[in-house]
């Protein structure tokens, strides 16, 4: 994605020797402009921000908050303030509660999240809310995570989605995935295939249907 003219792009392989394998892992190291940059998670809240150019800083930080709205202190490796936001407003809700917008686990993935993810109070999701339930809009792999760890609740912050969630959730509904425990671990090849698979379909067709969910 573009900011300002910057070209901002982040790193999803988990093998680049330009970055720290804790940032590859959080989904934290991005290039700008061909150059690396990278926002490492170290608490609940703050992450630390590293890079070339400080003038890239604000457009980095937007980006990743994208993804992450939780984390709201960002600082740079002098430990200096960067930006501040407004702290988001967790929810705990139950796991069953939860429809998930995504069918299949990265096995791959699922590792590198257990290296940063010790116990339940570092799984933060977004979730929309819908017919007294909560559709997962991301964080399926630590979902994944605390099936496995046998958490009964996850925290959440509530988000809205554009309408490019609802063939995602009635095609996860279609297959019987109504929970988290209902997602299927595949290998890395496996994962990448069909998932990205079904979602250049979505896309491609450019499928607006509505909520039967």
């Given amino acids: 994605m573009s900011s300002d003219n910057r070209d901002i792009v982040r790193i999803d392989s988990y093998d680049d020797t330009r970055f720290s394998q804790m940032v590859l892992n959080q989904h934290g190291a991005y290039l700008i402009d061909g150059e690396p940059y990278e926002v490492e998670i170290i608490d609940n809240i703050t992450a630390v921000v590293k890079g070339k ?20 202190r960002f600082i740079d490796s002098d430990n ?45 999701i977004q979730a929309k809310p819908c017919n007294n339930r ?12 605390a099936v496995e760890r046998g958490y009964e609740t996850v925290k959440a912050v509530i988000s ?5 969630v609802w063939p995602f959730v009635n095609e ?11 997602m299927q671990l595949l290998t890395h090849e496996q994962y990448e295939i069909q998932w990205n698979q079904y979602c250049d379909s979505v896309f491609e067709k450019d499928n607006k249907t509505g909520e039967v969910f």
């Avoid at 150019?53 to 709201?72: C, G, H, K, M, W």
């Avoid at 996860?172 to 209902?182: H, L, N």
């Fill in 53 to 72: 150019d400080a003038s890239v800083y604000v457009d980095l930080i937007e980006e990743f908050r994208f993804n992450a709205p939780q984390i709201t």
């Fill in 80 to 124: 200096k303030l960067i930006s501040e936001f407004k702290s988001e407003k967790l929810v705990e809700i139950k796991m069953k509660d939860i429809q998930p917008s995504q069918f299949f686990i990265d096995e791959t993935k699922l590792g590198a999240v257990k290296t940063f993810v010790h116990d339940k109070n570092d799984i933060v």
């Fill in 134 to 145: 909560y559709i997962s809009l991301d964080g399926h792999t630590r979902l994944y995570l």
């Fill in 160 to 164: 809205e989605s554009d309408e490019w």
């Fill in 172 to 182: 996860a509904v279609k297959r019987g995935i109504k929970t988290p425990k209902d």
